[in-house]
């Protein structure tokens, strides 16, 4: 039987830089994933001649040598940054509404104002405001929770008090009049599953501030290039990584962790274990009900999971100038209607009610699709529960009648774009449930909810040596999975006493 200091189940993004710190550090670890590549979300599949990054579209946290990011910081400390080649994106977005709106904002605070209120010079003042307070909320943000402030209090952080439980809409009201401005300022939602009527004010000013300051970034390779250098790393430093290898049960006795158990039913032995599954999927499958806290049960019950999607990779035989693509980053939208937006993602059906997302990857990098090409993913939030209940005899049909259905909404802005279709795949919520394992498909855990913000619900250990760490037990998204697994590789090591 095989015995470690840390047995880490799924090779995410969190699972990788867990691992990865966790070798590094010294501990004896191994890395089990039930894919046969390693990263998750953060991995690439090649058809034809292209080979297609599957969720990557603006890295954040990466910054400059000279203005680094905190993901730069945690990279280089994990020994993988000297190997992957990072490129600054020039657009923070393209947002169009066909015959209404038509913005380019630059990740540069300056700039972006200024474009604003050449738009909607009325609102000038507004803007200037609305700027001035994602900035000052996110330097508290900062200074309570990022530097970790023991002595956090009103008189200290006034403006953390008074946002922080406050709706994106309430903030945008205070500020602006014209629904289009507010729908030009907050395409973002899309990347955390909220419109901003349920969106914190917070997460969002926080995301403009990570983008606009340490710029949003691709890198060569995509996101699988980073996935495999944090693999290699951990096999590197000693440790060891499995695939094709699901784990079926987490072993606990006596109320703490013993190791886990395969899904061919071989034990390996551990005095830690790290899941980067789903939080639904560690405790309602891999324990038995009653080695499952009271409290657990309560935290699940009160959340609500996030939506999937529905990607279209498009490897187009034009490069991005014939096909009259300027922009890398370009949300294409019905309406100014966010909460219609959000409504309609549980629909199956894709018409000029939902917005979406393309992005050119070859815009960013014209070696991420061979000479003369575009590589381009259309993407939109879809929920998983209506594509569940397609027959699968009919599944195959009912994808390609939703991605002829896409192809229109685009065509609105880039016309003729699926003549120039030389490979096409299609992702639904059932393929990202198959590939990712996550309830429903979710890509974005479950959902950020101001009542279920991390201060009222943190990650707790609540079984002995049982650590979670990832999209399901924190904040979403590439930047926030990456600290989270590294964050958590140092708590393991602190309870092995070894060196972090
Ligand atoms: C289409 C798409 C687009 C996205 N776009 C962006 C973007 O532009 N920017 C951004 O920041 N974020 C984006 N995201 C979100 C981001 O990719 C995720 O938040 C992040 O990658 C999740 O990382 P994770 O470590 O939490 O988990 P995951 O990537 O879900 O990895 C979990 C791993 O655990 C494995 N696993 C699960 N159960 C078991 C088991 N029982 N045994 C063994 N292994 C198991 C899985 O196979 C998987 O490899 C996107 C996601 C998707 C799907």
């Keep these: 039987m095989e015995t470690y200091d840390a047995v880490i189940?799924?090779?995410?993004?969190?699972?990788?830089?867990?691992?990865?710190?966790?070798?590094?550090?010294?501990?004896?670890?191994?890395?089990?994933?039930?894919?046969?590549?390693?990263?998750?979300?953060?991995?690439?599949?090649?058809?034809?001649?292209?080979?297609?990054?599957?969720?990557?579209?603006?890295?954040?946290?990466?910054?400059?040598?000279?203005?680094?990011?905190?993901?730069?910081?945690?990279?280089?400390?994990?020994?993988?940054?000297?190997?992957?080649?990072?490129?600054?994106?020039?657009?923070?977005?393209?947002?169009?509404?066909?015959?209404?709106?038509?913005?380019?904002?630059?990740?540069?605070?300056?700039?972006?104002?200024?474009?604003?209120?050449?738009?909607?010079?009325?609102?000038?003042?507004?803007?200037?405001?609305?700027?001035?307070?994602?900035?000052r909320v996110f330097g508290e943000v900062i200074g309570a929770f990022y530097f970790k402030d023991p002595d956090v209090h009103r008189d200290k952080y006034p403006l953390y008090f008074q946002y922080g439980l406050k709706p994106l809409q309430a903030v945008l009201d205070d500020h602006f009049r014209d629904p289009l401005l507010k729908t030009a300022l907050t395409p973002y939602w899309t990347y955390m599953g909220l419109p901003p009527s349920q969106l914190s004010f917070i997460d969002m000013a926080a995301m403009l501030f990570a983008y606009i300051e340490f710029l949003p970034f691709h890198l060569q390779g995509g996101s699988q290039a980073l996935s495999t250098a944090l693999a290699d790393r951990i096999v590197q430093c000693g440790g060891r990584i499995r695939y094709n290898c699901p784990v079926a049960r987490i072993l606990v006795e006596n109320g703490r962790v013993t190791g886990v158990a395969t899904a061919e039913g071989e034990t390996i032995r551990a005095r830690q274990v790290v899941s980067n599954a789903s939080k639904i999927a560690t405790y309602v499958d891999m324990l038995a009900p009653d080695q499952v806290p009271a409290a657990?049960?309560?935290?699940?019950?009160?959340?609500?999971?996030?939506?999937?999607?529905?990607?279209?990779?498009?490897?187009?035989?034009?490069?991005?100038?014939?096909?009259?693509?300027?922009?890398?980053?370009?949300?294409?939208?019905?309406?100014?209607?966010?909460?219609?937006?959000?409504?309609?993602?549980?629909?199956?059906?894709?018409?000029?009610?939902?917005?979406?997302?393309?992005?050119?990857?070859?815009?960013?990098?014209?070696?991420?699709?061979?000479?003369?090409?575009?590589?381009?993913?259309?993407?939109?939030?879809?929920?998983?529960?209506?594509?569940?209940?397609?027959?699968?005899?009919?599944?195959?049909?009912?994808?390609?009648?939703?991605?002829?259905?896409?192809?229109?909404q685009a065509e609105q802005v880039f016309p003729g774009l699926r003549t120039h279709i030389e490979e096409m795949e299609i992702a639904t919520p059932i393929t990202h449930m198959r590939y990712l394992g996550t309830p429903r498909g979710a890509i974005y855990g479950f959902e950020k909810h101001i009542k279920d913000s991390p201060v009222f619900l943190p990650n707790q250990m609540h079984i002995e040596g049982l650590f979670l760490a990832g999209g399901w037990v924190g904040g979403n998204g590439f930047q926030p999975t990456l600290e989270s697994g590294f964050k958590t590789g140092q708590a393991v090591l602190r309870r092995l006493e070894m060196h972090q």
């Design 9 to 135: 189940i799924g090779a995410g993004n969190a699972g990788l830089t867990a691992g990865a710190a966790l070798a590094q550090g010294g501990a004896k670890v191994v890395v089990l994933e039930r894919h046969t590549i390693p990263g998750g979300c953060a991995t690439s599949f090649c058809r034809g001649r292209f080979e297609f990054e599957v969720a990557l579209h603006q890295l954040s946290g990466i910054g400059t040598p000279e203005k680094p990011g905190p993901l730069r910081m945690v990279l280089d400390q994990l020994g993988v940054m000297e190997h992957l080649t990072f490129m600054p994106m020039s657009d923070l977005y393209h947002v169009m509404i066909p015959g209404k709106l038509d913005i380019l904002l630059e990740p540069d605070r300056a700039r972006t104002t200024a474009t604003l209120k050449h738009h909607f010079p009325d609102e000038a003042e507004g803007i200037d405001a609305f700027f001035d307070l994602v900035y």
């Design 296 to 408: 657990v049960w309560g935290e699940l019950k009160r959340t609500s999971i996030s939506p999937s999607a529905f990607t279209l990779y498009l490897g187009l035989d034009q490069p991005p100038e014939a096909l009259g693509i300027s922009s890398s980053t370009n949300f294409i939208l019905g309406h100014t209607d966010a909460d219609m937006a959000y409504a309609r993602m549980k629909d199956r059906d894709i018409d000029h009610r939902d917005g979406m997302m393309m992005t050119c990857y070859t815009l960013i990098d014209p070696t991420f699709s061979p000479p003369g090409t575009s590589q381009v993913a259309l993407i939109t939030l879809k929920f998983g529960d209506a594509w569940l209940q397609v027959p699968p005899a009919q599944y195959a049909a009912e994808k390609y009648r939703v991605a002829d259905a896409m192809l229109q």
